[in-house]
């Protein structure tokens, strides 16, 4: 492309120079080295000591929570965002563009909020607080907490993903396989599915990265008990604030990763998208 | 494009995504504004005059809108590079910019926090030369610029590449200097896209938590942000004033959204 743009719209050399030596010195310094010091500060006192900060049993009691909470999280997100998606693009009714921004809702919450809101219901002085202690049953400070903490930072992304994709494709594929006498199951494994699974691939690595990284609205319900409640940011804040940096940073190392693949598969399914 | 009533699962995918949204967006968030309307009106004039609140809403709101202006202005600047220039290692660069979505907000807030301290690698430059960045209010916007790098250079990118090499062609032609065309032609074009990743970036950095809270040193009327305020109202059971700060907070927020919606509409009116 570039090759055939005329010389008119070539930008001068120095122009060109000073947004390239902007561009890196920005990401360099704001994006590059900060990636750098997690892995410096991680190995700072060797590998041994990295080993023992991961292998440690609050480590490892944390990386279960994480995993158990985007488990939880990201399939049944997936699940209901596939249905309010087929809902919103395929029929139109009445209330169908407040139903979307309501899907957004959780995008333009502090998750600070997030949290807060599940600690109003569910606390003990919440609206559900005291009917539920009766019962014998405590949400607040244990894992159900986190699980819905998590579901309701991640739910809009796999929706949001689907919408504007499923809009574009219409209605007439499936029209036409219904015609044929397809049931509406089959029709949406065979005909809709094919067709937006690499969106949905998509929203579920993005879900799945933020179900991993939650970090305000988790604090706020998990209460921060170790081994029981803690996800893996959580024990890094942890860890951190005891002066631990090797055992946080190597902590911190392990969300990197997560984020590092996010990214590159992010970068993947966008090339297999645009094709 | 006509929707058609012939399709199946109507009632079916309503009534998952009516329960799912009721039980996980609509109970919630009715739950915080039942519980903002029992708390009287006196109670929450209280709270939120009450300095340390005021100005813990000064520093959330003013940190954000630096650290926002600030990558409006660079961001265009990155997408410009990506979208018109060739380079060794561009595909590394592009995803460079997805990862302060990616990374967890708390390994940003403690790596940034290290970097910036006084023996950090950032800290050991600035701190000779009289700059205090970790625990000062430039620390805040450190983070913030961060977090809100995404935004910018994701919304302006796409509009970009659409620009027609017709117009800037014509442009030339007329006897514009490149600099010209740039600055008359392709950056009025940009306005609203910058415009909408500024008010991204700004929403998400008005309510961020884990990646300004190791670097803020929340100390009281100077670096405490708002969503620290409503986390020690909570730990300290005033249910009712971590709601009336939270109510305030999404308030506020709303309508610096709607200040962004009706300034993206003139804009656009402008350019047809």
């Known amino acids: 492309m570039s090759q055939l743009r005329s010389k008119a719209t070539r930008d001068p050399w120095w122009l060109k120079a000073t947004a390239l030596s902007i561009t890196f010195l920005f990401l360099g310094l704001v994006v590059v080295v900060p990636i750098v010091s997690v892995f410096v500060n991680a190995f700072a006192k060797g590998f041994g000591a990295y080993w023992e900060a991961i292998s440690h049993p609050d480590t490892l009691a944390a990386l279960k929570m994480t995993l158990l909470a985007a488990a939880c999280a990201v399939p049944l997100n997936a699940a209901c965002g596939l249905a309010a998606a087929w809902l919103v693009t395929k029929f139109r009714f009445r209330g169908r563009d407040f139903l979307v921004s309501l899907i957004d809702v959780p995008f333009s919450v502090s998750p600070v909020i997030s949290g807060l809101v599940f600690v109003l219901l569910f606390g003990a002085q919440g609206w559900f607080g005291p009917t539920l202690q009766e019962w014998g049953i405590r949400i607040i400070f244990t894992p159900v907490s986190i699980v819905l903490a998590t579901v309701f930072v991640t739910f809009p992304f796999v929706t949001r993903e689907l919408i504007p994709m499923m809009e574009e494709q219409g209605v007439q594929a499936e029209e036409a396989a219904t015609m044929l006498g397809a049931s509406g199951w089959n029709t949406f494994w065979r005909v809709t599915l094919p067709s937006i699974k690499w969106g949905l691939l998509y929203g579920l690595i993005l879900s799945n990265a933020r179900a991993m990284g939650e970090f305000g609205a988790v604090s706020v319900v998990s209460g921060h008990i170790r081994g029981e409640t803690n996800t893996l940011p959580l024990h890094a804040e942890i860890l951190y604030n005891e002066y631990d940096f090797t055992g946080a940073f190597a902590v911190a190392s392990l969300l990197t990763l997560v984020a590092g693949a996010t990214v590159v598969l992010k970068m993947w399914l966008e090339r297999k998208v645009r094709k | ?272």
């Open chain 2, 1 to 272: 494009m006509g929707r058609s009533a012939r399709l199946p699962g109507f009632g079916l995918t309503m009534g998952v995504t009516v329960t799912w949204l009721s039980l996980i967006v609509l109970i919630p968030l009715a739950g915080l504004f039942a519980k903002s309307a029992t708390i009287g009106i006196g109670q929450i004039y209280a709270t939120l005059s009450d300095e340390r609140v005021l100005s813990a809403f000064r520093v959330s709101f003013g940190a954000a809108l630096v650290a926002a202006l600030i990558n409006a202005i660079l961001g265009p600047i990155v997408a410009w590079t990506l979208v018109r220039y060739e380079f060794p290692g561009k595909r590394i660069v592009d995803g460079l910019v997805d990862v302060p979505f990616a990374l967890p907000t708390a390994v940003a807030g403690i790596t940034l926090t290290t970097l910036y301290a006084q023996n950090g690698w950032f800290g050991q430059i600035l701190t000779p030369l009289g700059i205090e960045v970790a625990y000062t209010w430039k620390g805040i916007v450190a983070a913030l610029v961060f977090i809100g790098l995404p935004f910018v250079v994701r919304t302006v990118q796409p509009v970009l590449e659409e620009i027609p090499s017709e117009v800037e062609e014509a442009a030339a032609s007329m006897g514009a200097t490149r600099l010209q065309t740039i600055r008359r032609v392709i950056l009025p074009a940009l306005y609203p896209a910058i415009l909408t990743g500024f008010t991204l970036a700004f929403a998400r950095a008005v309510g961020e938590y884990g990646s300004v809270v190791f670097i803020a040193g929340n100390m009281p009327l100077k670096t405490e942000i708002l969503p620290l305020v409503i986390i020690t109202k909570l730990e300290q059971y005033q249910y009712g004033e971590a709601t009336a700060v939270a109510s305030a907070m999404l308030l506020v927020s709303f309508a610096f959204l709607l200040l962004g919606n009706v300034m993206q509409g003139r804009l656009r009116r402008r350019k047809s």
